[in-house]
């Protein structure tokens, strides 16, 4: 299942470990925030909305018929 990860730069042991998560399974997708720490939804709203946004209009499957 895609799962979007994301991390905010300033926490450098969270993005170290999305790095590696995002190595080890190609289904996990990882963005990593600048100008953020660990509430990167609080800190950067709107590059936080844009990315989930985007991810979620990606892979979303909500309201699809097969």
Do not use: D, W
């Not at 990860?5 to 990593?32: C, D, L, W």
């Amino acid at each position: 299942m895609p799962t979007l990860f994301m991390v905010g730069e300033e926490n450098a042991n969270e993005t170290k470990v999305a790095t590696i998560i995002g190595r080890s399974n190609k289904q996990i997708h990882i963005s990593v925030i600048p100008f953020a720490g660990h509430l990167v939804h609080s800190e950067q709203p709107e590059v936080y909305n844009q990315i989930l946004n985007g991810f979620l209009g990606k892979y979303s499957v909500v309201g699809v018929e097969n």
